[in-house]
C-alpha cells in the first residue's frame, strides 16, 4: 500500500513538470515571436524626410536690392544671399567675412585685405573695385546703410584685393561700419542701377533663381565659397508675397509658410498659442530714465542710487506691457559680449531709504528734505514724458506711484513732442523718460561722453570710451553712478513651423544664423 502511494506521489510530480516545461516552452516561444515582430516592425518604420524647400512670407515687397530696399524682412533675407565685409556673431563680435584682414593705419584711415578665390554668383570674380562701387552707391541715396559709409572721405584701390579707407573724422570702432552687403561693380556696368530689371546677385549660400508678381524663389548658391562645410540642408527657399502680415500669419496658421519672423507682441492673436515653435530674442529699441547730473538735487549720486533702487522692473514690465518686453538694465544688454552686470543696482526700497538716509536726508513730514546750499530741498521731482506715446505715460505713472512708496514725489509733466524735444536737446529737466534705436556699432560716447544727455562728466569715463577693451570697466563705473537707469528693451520672435528644425541663434543683425543648419521634415 506504501509502495502504491510513493508511486501515485511520483506519477503527479512528473505530470506537473510535464505542465511547467510545456508552459516554458510556449512562454519563450512567444517572446520570440514578440522580439521578432518588433525587429520587423523596427526595420519596416520610414526615415524622417527632409524636405527640400522652406518657406517664407513679406509683404509690402519692394526690390531684393539690398542697398535700394526699405523692407526690413527683405534686408533679413538678403543676408542669405549677399555678404559684408564684416560680419557680427549670435553676441556681436566681429568676424571676417569678404575681407580676410583689418588693418588700422591711424584713426582716420584703414586697410582691408580681400578674401581671394571669391566668386559672384554669375561666376565673375570679387575684386576690390566691387567694393568701392558698393560704397559710392550707399553714399549716392539715403538707404538704411547710409549711415555706416557716411564718414568715408575717399576710397582707394591699389590692387585688386586692397582697399584703403579715408575717414573725414575718427569713427569709434569703425569696423562695425563695415557690416553693409557688397555688391558686384561690373554687372552694373552701363545699368540704371536704381531702375534696372537685372536679378541682383551676391557671393553668400543662396541666389536668386527667380522673381514674379507672388514669389521669389531662392536656390543654393553651388559658388558659394563654404558650400563644401556648410551646404544648406533647404535647397531652396520660397518667398510668398502677401499685401498684409495678418495675412503671412494666416498662411503660417494653414501651414503654408514655415518660417515668420515678427517685431509684434501680439502675434497670438492671428495664430493661437500651440502647434508651433518660437525662438525669442533681445531687439534694439531701448527705453530708459536719464538724470540730469547737473540738477541742484539729482547731482547727489545717492538721490539717483535710491531712485533706481526704488524701480521695480518687473512690476512695470508686467503691469505696462503684460511681459512682452525685457528689463533692461543697460544700452548693451540686447545680447552683446560687451555688457557687463558688475555693480548693477536691483529693486531694494529698504537698501533705497538706507542709502538717502546714510548721504544725509531726513524724511519729515511725509517728505524726504536735506539742508543743500543754506535751502532745504525736498525729494519733490518733475519727470517729463511725451504726452503722444501712451505705453511711456503709463511707465511714468507706474514709477511715480513705486517712488511714492519710499517717499519720493514725483510729477509727471506730459508735454507736446516739441516741447519734449526742446527739454531733451537743451537738458533742460530734472527727470525725462525716453529712448533710443541701439546702432550695431556698440559706441556708448552718445550716454557718456560730451554733451551727452544727463550732464553727465566723468573724465575717467570718457577717457576708457574710445576702446572695447574698456567697457567692463566703464559700465561697472556708471552703474554705480547712475545717470541713466536702464527700463526696458522690445522682443522680437522667430515663429517655426512644428517641423521646422536647426540651430537657432538670431539676433538683431541677422536672424538666420547658421541658416545652413535650418531644415523642414514632412
Known amino acids: 500500500?506504501?509502495?502504491?502511494?510513493?508511486?501515485?506521489?511520483?506519477?503527479?510530480?512528473?505530470?506537473?513538470?510535464?505542465?511547467i516545461g510545456t508552459i516554458y516552452v510556449l512562454y519563450t516561444q512567444n517572446v520570440k515571436e514578440a522580439e521578432e515582430n518588433d525587429e520587423n516592425n523596427t526595420v519596416q518604420d520610414e526615415p524622417v524626410k527632409i524636405l527640400d524647400n522652406l518657406t517664407?512670407?513679406?509683404?509690402?515687397?519692394?526690390?531684393?536690392?539690398?542697398?535700394?530696399?526699405?523692407?526690413?524682412?527683405?534686408?533679413?533675407?538678403?543676408?542669405?544671399?549677399?555678404?559684408?565685409?564684416?560680419?557680427?556673431?549670435?553676441?556681436?563680435?566681429?568676424?571676417?567675412?569678404?575681407?580676410?584682414?583689418?588693418?588700422?593705419?591711424?584713426?582716420?584711415?584703414?586697410?582691408?585685405?580681400?578674401?581671394?578665390?571669391?566668386?559672384?554668383q554669375d561666376g565673375s570674380d570679387f575684386i576690390a573695385k566691387d567694393v568701392e562701387f558698393t560704397i559710392n552707391k550707399l553714399k549716392e541715396r539715403n538707404t538704411v546703410y547710409s549711415a555706416n559709409v557716411q564718414d568715408i572721405q575717399s576710397i582707394e584701390t591699389?590692387?585688386?584685393?586692397?582697399?584703403?579707407?579715408?575717414?573725414?573724422?575718427?569713427?569709434?570702432?569703425?569696423?562695425?561700419?563695415?557690416?553693409?552687403?557688397?555688391?558686384?561693380?561690373?554687372?552694373?556696368?552701363?545699368?540704371d542701377f536704381v531702375n534696372t530689371n537685372k536679378i541682383p546677385i551676391g557671393t553668400g549660400m543662396y541666389k536668386i533663381a527667380s522673381i514674379d508678381d507672388n514669389t521669389i524663389l531662392l536656390t543654393r548658391n553651388d559658388k558659394w565659397r563654404f558650400i563644401k562645410d556648410k551646404t544648406p540642408k533647404a535647397k531652396s527657399i520660397t518667398i510668398k508675397k502677401f499685401g498684409t502680415m495678418g495675412e503671412i500669419y494666416n498662411s503660417f496658421k494653414l501651414d503654408n509658410i514655415d518660417i515668420i519672423n515678427t517685431a509684434s507682441t501680439n502675434y497670438s492673436e492671428y495664430i493661437g498659442t500651440m502647434g508651433y515653435n518660437k525662438k525669442e530674442y533681445k531687439g534694439r529699441n531701448y527705453d530708459?530714465?536719464?538724470?540730469?547730473?547737473?540738477?541742484?538735487?539729482?547731482?547727489?549720486?545717492?538721490?539717483?542710487?535710491?531712485?533706481?533702487?526704488?524701480?521695480?522692473?518687473?512690476?512695470?514690465?508686467?503691469s505696462v506691457f503684460s511681459n512682452n518686453y525685457y528689463i533692461a538694465n543697460s544700452p548693451?544688454?540686447?545680447?552683446?559680449?560687451?555688457?557687463?552686470?558688475?555693480?548693477?543696482?536691483?529693486?531694494?526700497?529698504?537698501?533705497?531709504?538706507t542709502i538717502l538716509e546714510q548721504a544725509g536726508w531726513v524724511y519729515k513730514n511725509n517728505k524726504w528734505q536735506k539742508n543743500i546750499?543754506?535751502?532745504?530741498?525736498?525729494?519733490?521731482?518733475?519727470?517729463?514724458?511725451?504726452?503722444?506715446?501712451?505705453?511711456?505715460?503709463?511707465?511714468?505713472?507706474?514709477i511715480k506711484s513705486q517712488l511714492r512708496q519710499i517717499g519720493i514725489n514725483v510729477n509727471v509733466s506730459k508735454v507736446n513732442n516739441e516741447k519734449y524735444y526742446e527739454y531733451l536737446n537743451n537738458k533742460d529737466y530734472q527727470m525725462i523718460l525716453t529712448g533710443v534705436t541701439n546702432s550695431i556699432n556698440p559706441d556708448l560716447n552718445y550716454f557718456y561722453g560730451d554733451g551727452n544727455i544727463a550732464n553727465y562728466n566723468n573724465d575717467n569715463v570718457k577717457s576708457k570710451l574710445n576702446s572695447?577693451?574698456?567697457?567692463?570697466?566703464?559700465?561697472?563705473?556708471?552703474?554705480?553712478?547712475?545717470?541713466?537707469?536702464?527700463?526696458?528693451r522690445n522682443k522680437n520672435t522667430l515663429l517655426l513651423n512644428a517641423n521646422v528644425g536647426g540651430n537657432f541663434a538670431p539676433n538683431n543683425y541677422n536672424v538666420f544664423l547658421n541658416f545652413n543648419e535650418w531644415f523642414r521634415q514632412q
Not at 526704488?310 to 508686467?318: G, Y
Request: proline residues 3%; negative net charge; glycine residues 2%.
Open 158 to 191: 591699389p590692387d585688386t584685393e586692397t582697399v584703403i579707407i579715408n575717414l573725414s573724422k575718427y569713427v569709434p570702432n569703425f569696423e562695425y561700419n563695415l557690416t553693409f552687403p557688397i555688391l558686384p561693380s561690373m554687372y552694373y556696368l552701363n545699368e
Open 56 to 120: 517664407m512670407g513679406i509683404s509690402n515687397y519692394d526690390t531684393m536690392n539690398p542697398i535700394l530696399t526699405n523692407n526690413k524682412e527683405i534686408i533679413n533675407i538678403d543676408k542669405l544671399i549677399f555678404e559684408p565685409l564684416i560680419n557680427l556673431t549670435s553676441d556681436y563680435k566681429v568676424e571676417m567675412c569678404l575681407a580676410k584682414s583689418l588693418n588700422k593705419i591711424s584713426d582716420v584711415k584703414y586697410e582691408i585685405k580681400l578674401e581671394t578665390g571669391v566668386k559672384w
Open 1 to 19: 500500500m506504501k509502495n502504491n502511494n510513493v508511486f501515485k506521489y511520483i506519477f503527479i510530480i512528473f505530470i506537473i513538470c510535464l505542465i
Open 288 to 318: 530708459y530714465l536719464s538724470l540730469n547730473c547737473s540738477d541742484i538735487v539729482l547731482q547727489d549720486k545717492a538721490v539717483r542710487q535710491a531712485i533706481n533702487y526704488a524701480i521695480d522692473k518687473n512690476t512695470l514690465v508686467s
Open 468 to 488: 572695447l577693451e574698456n567697457y567692463s570697466e566703464i559700465q561697472k563705473i556708471v552703474n554705480d553712478e547712475v545717470p541713466y537707469i536702464g527700463l526696458y
Open 332 to 353: 548693451l544688454d540686447y545680447g552683446s559680449y560687451l555688457y557687463s552686470s558688475e555693480n548693477e543696482i536691483s529693486y531694494n526700497q529698504e537698501q533705497a531709504k
Open 373 to 398: 546750499d543754506g535751502y532745504v530741498r525736498r525729494l519733490t521731482l518733475s519727470l517729463v514724458v511725451s504726452e503722444d506715446n501712451q505705453d511711456r505715460i503709463n511707465v511714468a505713472n507706474e
